[in-house]
């Protein structure tokens, strides 16, 4: 099912904060979409990197930033080396929610299984696809690492 980038962001490294301005909300984010990962590791010389994606649901990511090092031609970066775990579905609650989602998804006999399994229709993928990324984490990441630096730059999430 994958997210579907309808949701407030934040992304958090070396005190700073970077987000998209929202009348509804008065915060110090700097501007997410005119800020380039080399420039936040930079001028934080963060080595890792908080992302926080749907305030309600607190979906809480940790980007681990690997080895940088000049690109190879032909590469698409920022590459992801690993990752944990499914994409959850979009508003379902989240981290209880989610685990009340996957104990009746994965048990036939649970009440909410046909429920929630139409619900749930759609492809969910195990891992994101890599190449045009297609996640708003990953493309997130992928326009912080688009602009301002010529280094391959690897993360884990």
Known sequence: ???TN??????????????LPDPDFDGDDLPANKTTLAELIKDTGARTINYLYDFGD????KIKIGKISAPVPGELYPRLTDI?????PEDVGGFPGYEEF???IGDPKHPEHA?????Y???????PRLIGFG?????????????????SISAVV
């Not at 309808?6 to 987000?19: C, D, K, P, R, V």
């Not at 607190?58 to 990511?61: C, I, T, V």
């Not at 944990?84 to 959850?88: E, L, N, T, V």
Request: proline content about 5%.
């Open 1 to 3: 099912m994958g997210w």
């Open 6 to 19: 309808s949701h407030l962001y934040m992304f958090e490294a070396g005190g700073a904060t970077w987000g």
């Open 58 to 61: 607190s979906w809480d990511h």
């Open 84 to 88: 944990a775990g499914r994409c959850p």
């Open 102 to 104: 996957l104990e009746a």
């Open 115 to 119: 429920d929630l399994k139409a619900w």
């Open 121 to 127: 229709s759609a492809a969910s993928p195990a891992v």
């Open 135 to 151: 996640y708003p984490l990953l493309d997130r990441i992928g326009y912080l690492a688009s602009t301002g630096t010529t280094d």
